[in-house]
């Protein structure tokens, strides 16, 4: 088997589409072969256990023909790079709405990007633009962030006449 083993936190997508999250490597007490055990990612997170040679089996294509995986279970990211990323894309986040110097400009950015602002995106944000939080969840932050904006934008744009 020239396959990486599975590693616990590890996320699989099984060839019929469905997505499943490693929990455990184990050992079958009777018979000592090296199983996996693994969760639904999504939905009523069943809990499953298969042997390691068959986690790691090609795709049966005789009673398979049409599945577009190679193997049973192929790996959907390492679960350090997703993280690894995720914390690149938000220093990049940070960085573009620090570079912008109109109240328009950075209201649009936090519209364009709600969905995916973090906690310390929202911390830095506000301390760049002087602003003193005092709101608990993330959407109240946001909320009083824009507020916060939309009131600069509304005075300051007056007093420039």
């Known amino acids: 088997m020239n396959r990486r083993k599975p590693r616990k936190g590890d996320l699989y997508r099984h060839f019929r589409g469905k997505q499943y999250r490693v929990l455990y490597l184990a050992v079958c007490a009777e018979t000592k072969e090296e199983m996996v055990v693994y969760e639904e990612a ?24 049409d599945a577009q995986q190679e193997y049973r279970f192929e790996l959907c990211r390492d679960v350090r790079e997703m993280k690894q990323e995720r914390q690149e894309n938000e220093e990049d986040m940070i960085l ?23 906690d310390r995106f929202l911390t830095v944000a506000a301390e760049s633009m002087e602003f003193t939080e005092n709101a608990d969840t993330l959407e109240e932050r946001y909320a009083a962030l824009m507020r916060f904006l939309r009131t600069k934008m509304k005075y300051e744009s007056r007093r420039l006449r």
Not at 44 to 61: D, G, I, M, W
Not at 96 to 118: C, G, I, P, S
């Open 96 to 118: 573009q709405f620090l570079d912008l110097n109109e109240n328009e400009e950075r209201a649009e950015f936090l519209q364009k990007h709600r969905a995916v602002l973090t």
């Open 42 to 65: 999504e939905g009523e997170h069943r809990v499953y256990v298969s042997s390691l040679a068959s986690f790691t089996r090609p795709v049966n294509r005789e009673r398979y023909p």
